[in-house]
């Protein structure tokens, strides 16, 4: 349904520090870093780009959405716990600690923005 996701950024080199860290127990990379923006994708299909940190378009200063949130899947429990911790070594703030939500099991962080993330696995591993 969804083709891609943008969210915005004050310094696009500061996020892309952030991201790279965060996604990478989640198994996404860096597919492409211009001045305005950077992407991600799956790791073992980079020109699957489908996540991008973005200077806004017009101009105006990045802000983040009051009652947005962009939420990823993950493998494993492992993988939730990891993308919390290196979220969170890079300098994002905790928005909930990784732990079971119904039968999810997720982890939740705002980037260095205030975009408010999500990592989550469906099984229990």
């Known amino acids: 349904m969804l083709a891609y996701i943008m969210v915005g950024a004050k310094n ?22 211009e001045d305005r923006y950077a992407g991600y994708g799956p790791k073992n299909a980079p020109a699957k780009t489908q996540f991008y940190v973005t200077k806004p378009y017009n101009k105006k200063p990045a802000t983040f959405g009051n009652g947005t949130m962009i939420a990823f899947t993950a493998k494993s429990k492992k993988a939730v716990d990891g993308f919390h911790a290196a979220a969170l070594a890079s300098g994002g703030t905790d928005e909930g600690k990784p732990g079971p939500r119904g039968t999810s099991y997720a982890a939740y962080v705002r980037d260095l923005d205030g975009n408010k993330i999500c990592a989550y696995c469906t099984k229990a591993k």
């Open 12 to 33: 696009i080199k500061r996020a892309a520090k952030f991201y790279d860290a965060a996604l990478a127990p989640l198994g996404l990379v860096q597919t492409g870093m």
